[in-house]
C-alpha cells in the first residue's frame, strides 16, 4: 500500500510540475537602436542619395544576430556590420522576419555588390562574392528604389 501510494503522490508531483512548465514564455520584441548614421553617395556626382539611421554590428554576438527576430523596420533604418578583416563574408536569413537587401561594401566605402531581396528564413548562404569590409542591412526593394549601384560610395558616423 506504500508502496502504491508513493507512486500516486509521485504522478501526482510530476503532473503539477508540468502544467507549471507550460506556461507561455513571453518574448521581448527587439527596438531599433540608434547608433548611428549612414550616407550613399552616388559614385558620378558624389551627390546624397539617401540617408539612413542605423544599428552597428560590431561584436560577435551583434554580426552573428543581426537583424534576426525583428518584426519590421522602418524605411529610413537599416544595420551596418562591421567587420575586423576585409574577407568574403556569408549571410543567410535564418530566423530573420523581413526581407532585406544586403549591401556588400569594400573596405574603400565603395558598394562592391548586392544581395537583393533576401527572403526570410531562407538559409541559403548569400557570399559578397568579392572581400568586403562592412555590409548595409536594409529593407528589400529600397536599393532599386534609391538606384544605389556598385560604386556608389557610404559615408558614416557613429553617435
Request: hydrophobic share 35%; net charge negative; proline share 3%.
Amino acid at each position: 500500500m506504500y508502496f502504491k501510494s508513493s507512486i500516486i503522490l509521485l504522478v501526482f508531483i510530476l503532473a503539477s510540475c508540468k502544467t507549471e512548465n507550460n506556461k507561455e514564455i513571453k518574448t521581448e520584441t527587439i527596438k531599433f537602436k540608434k547608433e548611428g548614421s549612414l550616407n550613399i553617395l552616388q559614385s558620378q556626382t558624389d551627390s546624397l542619395l539617401v540617408e539612413f539611421d542605423i544599428e552597428i554590428a560590431e561584436t560577435d554576438y551583434e554580426t552573428q544576430t543581426g537583424l534576426m527576430y525583428r518584426e519590421s523596420m522602418e524605411k529610413n533604418q537599416g544595420m551596418l556590420f562591421i567587420f575586423p578583416d576585409v574577407s568574403m563574408h556569408y549571410f543567410y536569413m535564418k530566423n530573420t522576419l523581413i526581407p532585406l537587401d544586403i549591401i556588400y561594401i569594400g573596405d574603400n566605402q565603395k558598394i562592391a555588390s548586392f544581395q537583393k531581396n533576401a527572403q526570410p528564413n531562407d538559409e541559403t548562404s548569400l557570399s559578397s562574392k568579392v572581400p568586403i569590409k562592412y555590409v548595409l542591412e536594409i529593407n528589400a526593394g529600397l536599393s532599386d528604389k534609391f538606384g544605389l549601384q556598385v560604386g556608389d560610395s557610404i559615408t558614416f558616423t557613429k553617435n
